[in-house]
């Protein structure tokens, strides 16, 4: 409960001083003026520290589960909620400020510096367990955001007790005082995370640096300048908690390659051979040498299954190079497998491959399993590869200019493909077709999400172009899949593909009769495909736009 608090009448005496209230102020080793200064800049250690936690949960929870803005509301709500309960909790801690801030700091590095390896250990090991610890991760995420905030919030009223105690001040500019630090070091703690921990440490020893330097700054501070403060049992219990803290810690770090070797092989198996963090996300590559099959991964969603890969791809290619075709566009597509069955028409004479994930597009290149899986289509000197932003690299794009353009994008549920999937987007892609064009799009599976997919058509219509859905089955394992990274394994995983087919007049897909024989494709399964498709329809589904996403 708030208290309501009166103004002091003139001349009163501190709080400090009334009977059962804190302490008295306390006996420095340093004038009052450096005291100030090294408090404050604690606070701008620790605020730094705090929006760290907060950062690595939101990233590592849309990592792991997908819709970056359920994740990030989730955890930003939950936080500010649990940092008020924390403050007003700890104004009964204020008569032990010093201890109680001691402890508060030790808590949250150990909390919040294994926050990531704790939440990363569940999703893997338990992830594909299903019944009750399906929603384990999700669970996790809430607990450490509810614990990261409560400890947070309950930095403030002990900080501005401290500061206080040093010199007796207006509360307004304590709270100046406070608060300026505060937020100066969230904002060097929200530039450090992306720019120097995550690219140079990764997100592991990253969080776990972080909560060493949490904890040896807030005990420097409490041993430092108010060590006097404290009884002879809570110096010794603080000791032994952050010697025990900072241990954990360092046998983290030092344990952290290991782990994440085990969790890896924990949830791709024990196949795994290329391993990197680029610039846009994870990429793992397992198989795909000795007879193995190849599965790539992208922040751990498998997007590439070689023992399917085929249909797929046959069934996004060959019904839009039906005409003419010298011209092609492929919007993503890095690893060159869309490019391969582009390359197999005659008559092509410049494939365009735009890819956002240069990491990508260089394992297609040498990879020896991508390579062999793509039979190096980007050493065709009729390809061109640009690493850029589909999105961005449309609208400076010459219009008219190609055939064919091959959207052959992630799932339109993830939240970073949304953009990718909007009624400009398609805007952009009608103005690069020249007079006959036609525009293929991926559009997630039929069976398992026919409201995104019959969105996904009802976007392209809008953008005035006419639509021809089809699908195609046969999916052995979770390739291209959607925004929650459902094990290949498990019984709900997506068993089909959903494209649509657009022109600017009625499109039909078949195949070209004077193209190149698909090794799987045939137009009898072409037919089926589009009456199964069409069997599905949602009518009446809203285009999904840039300000009003509907996926």
């Known amino acids: 409960m708030i208290e309501p608090h009166a103004p002091a009448p003139p001349g009163s005496p501190p709080p400090w001083s009334a009977p059962g209230g804190p302490a008295g102020p306390v006996r420095l080793p340093v004038r009052t003026g450096t005291a ?87 999703f893997a090991w338990t992830g594909d367990w299903g019944g009750m ?69 990764g997100q592991f020893t990253g969080t776990l640096l972080t909560g060493a330097v949490n904890a040896v700054v807030g005990a420097a501070l409490v041993f430092g300048l108010f060590r006097r403060d404290l009884t002879r049992r809570a ?47 994870e990429v793992v590559l397992t198989g795909g040498t000795d007879g193995r099959g190849l599965g790539l991964f992208l922040d751990g969603r498998l997007r590439v299954s ?31 497998l869309a490019a391969r069955e582009v390359l197999r028409h005659p008559g092509v004479d410049r494939v365009d491959v735009v890819d956002l994930d240069a990491e990508v597009v260089r394992l297609a290149r040498t990879d020896p399993g991508l390579s062999a899986l793509n039979e190096r289509a980007f050493a065709d000197p009729r390809v061109r590869v640009t690493t850029a932003d589909a999105f961005a690299w449309l609208r400076s794009a010459p219009p008219a200019a190609y055939d064919v353009v091959v959207s052959d994008l992630p799932d339109p549920g993830i939240t970073a493909s949304t953009k990718l999937y909007s009624q400009e987007f398609y805007g952009l892609a009608r103005r690069v077709l020249a007079p006959g064009g036609r525009l293929v799009v991926h559009a997630g599976p039929v069976a398992s999400g026919p409201r995104v997919y019959w969105t996904v058509e009802a976007t392209v219509r ?45 499109p039909r897909p078949r195949l070209d009769p004077r193209g190149p024989r698909p090794h799987v494709l045939t137009d009898a399964a072409l037919a089926a495909g589009e009456r199964s498709a069409r069997a599905t329809r949602i009518a009446g589904l809203p285009a999904s736009t840039l300000v009003h996403p509907r996926y």
Request: proline share 4%; with cysteine; aromatic share 8%.
């Open 36 to 122: 100030r200064f090294l408090v404050l800049a604690g606070v701008f250690v620790c605020a730094a520290c705090g929006l760290v936690y907060e950062l690595e949960l939101l990233a590592l929870a849309s990592y792991l589960m997908g819709d970056s803005v359920t994740q990030a509301s989730v955890v930003l709500s939950v936080m500010v909620f649990a940092m008020g309960i924390g403050s007003l909790a700890a104004k009964r801690l204020r008569g032990l400020a010093a201890a109680g801030f001691g402890a508060v700091e030790a808590t949250l590095a150990l909390v919040g510096g294994c926050s990531a390896m704790a939440l990363y250990a569940v």
């Open 133 to 201: 610890w399906a929603g384990g991760p999700r669970c996790l995420l809430v607990a450490f955001s509810l614990a990261t905030g409560l400890l947070i919030g309950a930095e403030v009223p002990l900080l501005m007790e401290l500061i206080q105690r040093i010199r007796r001040q207006d509360a307004g500019g304590a709270v100046a005082d406070l608060f300026a630090a505060d937020y100066v070091g969230a904002l060097v703690g929200g530039l450090a995370f992306p720019f120097l921990l995550l690219p140079f440490l």
């Open 235 to 281: 110096r010794w219990l603080l000791l032994l908690g952050n010697a025990v803290v900072l241990a954990i810690l360092a046998s983290a770090a030092v344990l952290v390659d290991d782990f994440e070797r085990a969790a890896r092989h924990a949830f791709y198996g024990r196949d795994v051979r290329v391993a990197l963090q680029s610039d846009v996300q």
């Open 306 to 336: 070689g023992r399917d890969e085929p249909r797929y791809h046959e069934a996004l290619v060959h019904p839009a190079m039906t005409g003419t075709h010298a011209r092609v566009l492929i919007l993503g597509g890095g690893d060159g």
């Open 462 to 506: 809008a953008a005035g172009l006419r639509t021809a859905p089809y699908r195609t089955g046969g999916r052995h394992a979770g390739y291209a899949a959607g925004p929650d990274r459902t094990p290949a394994g498990r019984s709900d995983a997506p068993r089909d593909w959903g494209f649509v087919l657009a022109a600017r007049t009625e």
